[in-house]
């Protein structure tokens, strides 16, 4: 170790708090592997504004010994700490440090536990699903949240019925995150749920990400559903039920997608004009034409896109 890192190690220990936060400057600015255990040790130090500077150092030199540490950095009182921490493991964590996430995912804190459940998304292991399922049945809505969303990140799973209730979750951001997360899972009552979801849930981004679970699955029983939601008093949603019968077309939409081309909203009436167009069917034609008239120029072009796909379509039949 040269003499100028020997000399910025010592000043780590100096009581004074401005030689300490000097000393930890300059050895983040030198950003050599010796300085590790070091910095590792100045995540213990009194003052919030080293601890920063030590994890922002930490993260910049990159060494995999530093990552039991900052994990324990997750339980900081600071939030500025847990959130510096957290977004250093996020790039340094490796499926290596599964068993380690996992056992602190058993303590008692639960800001570590919110972070450990994050970081699990990275890694994205099945065997972290035992350790992930409890907090489905959490007291904290912040924990049930974490856990619904991170269930969408881990490889393999098809079907999980811990998950299914929590769709009637009394926490909406709850809810949010479970629409979700249904949209990859397998169970023979998801679509049903969804459907459930999007025509009486109370929040508007429930019923919203509901419509685009059921876009995922592409399953025809979810078509009366979609229809009625078309009617939804909020326009994303709209928008968003227009997308999925873009890709679940059915006529018996026709009347609604229809009426969709008078929506207030230009993005709703695009995503109508497309499904529309994805049908192929005659009985659309002249609801197109009026459309070419629409204000909104990107409307009048997909519908025009709309009029040349069906009329393309009609040609190739005629010619088989």
């Known amino acids: 170790m040269n003499n100028d890192i020997k000399y910025w190690l010592e000043m780590l220990r100096s009581p004074d708090i401005n030689d300490r936060l000097v000393a930890v400057k300059t050895l983040q600015h030198l950003g050599e592997e010796e300085t590790v255990d070091a910095l590792i040790i100045a995540l213990q130090d009194e003052d919030i504004a080293v601890q920063k500077i030590a994890i922002s150092a930490l993260w910049e030199i990159a060494n995999s010994l ?13 939030i500025d700490i847990r959130t510096e921490a957290a977004s250093a493991l996020n790039e ?14 058993q303590g008692d804190d639960i800001n570590t536990q919110l972070n450990v459940l994050v970081l699990l998304r990275k890694i994205h292991d099945i065997q972290s699903l035992p350790y992930i399922l409890p907090f489905l049945k959490s007291n904290n809505p912040e924990l049930r949240e974490a856990a619904i969303t991170t269930l969408r990140y881990i490889n393999q799973i098809e079907k999980c019925p811990q998950a299914l209730d929590l769709i009637f979750d009394d926490s909406t951001l709850v809810r949010r995150a479970t629409a979700l997360t249904l949209g990859h899972l397998q169970d023979t009552q998801v679509i049903t749920i969804l459907a459930q979801a999007l025509m009486n849930d109370s929040d508007w981004q429930v019923r919203r990400n509901a419509a685009k679970s059921l876009t995922i699955h592409e399953n025809q029983q979810a078509i009366s559903a979609l229809e009625i939601a078309l009617n939804d008093e909020h326009w994303q949603v709209r928008k968003s039920v227009a997308q999925a019968l873009q890709i679940i077309p059915d006529i018996q939409v026709i009347p609604r997608l ?28 002249n609801a197109l034409k009026q459309a070419l008239d629409d204000p909104d120029k990107e409307v009048s072009i997909q519908a025009q896109r709309a009029i040349q796909k069906i009329q393309t379509d009609k040609k190739v039949l005629r010619k088989q």
Request: glycine share 2%; aromatic share 2%.
């Open 66 to 78: 530093a990552i039991p540490a900052l994990i324990e950095c997750l339980s900081s009182a600071d």
């Open 92 to 105: 340094l964590v490796t499926q290596d440090d599964l068993l380690l996430l996992l056992d602190k995912l």
């Open 258 to 285: 229809i009426q969709a081309l008078t929506d207030e909203y230009a993005d709703v009436r695009k995503e109508a004009v497309i499904a529309l167009g994805n049908l192929a069917h005659p009985d659309v034609i």
